[in-house]
């Protein structure tokens, strides 16, 4: 699995999240960049295309595209489609990608960026109890939150998303954004601050400074640093 940040200047994009310590794997396309914190896989790609969202790779695409039709979706496919996909009630994007496993690098596990230990993926949506649905429909569970409530978080094997009922999130929210959590947070963001990356917003304020921000990269996707 890969989130895909689909952007006008990918260059700038893997160089921002090399600034944050992520580190650079084989990717599947010679044009984009592929880089992982050790628990969550990036793909930066070139606007137009391919998608925004999640990707789903797999050695075989006729076994991927039969799983997801029998779950009752219908695949998006056609001339201006680059790669099969379907679209959650939220917008959430998901891809399939047939590619050898080979290419695949496994994830360490742990958290070797600056960020910390990766959450979840966010995506804020208005219509929330069909996205729940339908990505129950996907095999994900529920795993924080409640369905009757305001947000959620779900998994699989693979993926790790949150979804929250639009207004629910009082900051700034470009979905999908990707949550961490740390217990020494504060003493993270010192250190992006003092290694001149931009905070796009400090949240939550204590005597030494924020315990909580927002980054934005250079595409304008949210990045965010929670104190556990």
Same mark, same amino acid.
């Given at each position: ?10 260059? $700038? ?133 409640? $369905? ?47 290694? $001149? ?9 204590? $005597? ?21």
């Amino acid at each position: 699995m890969f989130l895909n940040l689909s952007v006008a200047e990918p260059l $700038k994009e893997y160089y921002f999240s090399r600034e944050l310590g992520f580190e650079k794997i084989a990717c599947p396309f010679e044009e984009a960049f592929c880089v992982t914190d050790g628990t969550l896989r990036l793909l930066i790609t070139q606007e137009g295309f391919l998608a925004t969202g999640i990707v789903l790779a797999g050695e075989n695409m006729e076994d991927m595209k039969r799983d997801i039709q029998g779950r009752g979706f219908v695949m998006q496919e056609g001339e201006n489609i680059n790669f099969p996909r379907i679209s959650g009630p939220s917008g959430t994007t998901l891809s399939l990608l047939e590619m050898s496993k080979h290419l695949v690098a496994p994830l360490k596990g742990s958290p070797i960026s600056l960020c910390g230990t990766f959450f979840e993926i966010s995506v804020e949506t208005i219509d929330y109890e069909a996205t729940v649905d339908f990505w129950e429909r996907m095999g994900l569970e529920i795993i924080y939150g409640e $369905k009757s409530g305001d947000w959620v978080t779900m998994a699989d094997d693979f993926v790790k998303i949150g979804f929250y009922r639009k207004g629910t999130v009082q900051h700034a929210f470009r979905s999908p954004a990707i949550t961490y959590f740390e217990p020494d947070m504060h003493d993270r963001i010192q250190l992006l601050k003092q290694l $001149k990356v931009d905070i796009a917003r400090e949240l939550g304020d204590c $005597k030494n400074g924020p315990v909580d921000a927002i980054l934005k990269t250079p595409g304008g996707y949210n990045i965010f640093l929670f104190t556990a």
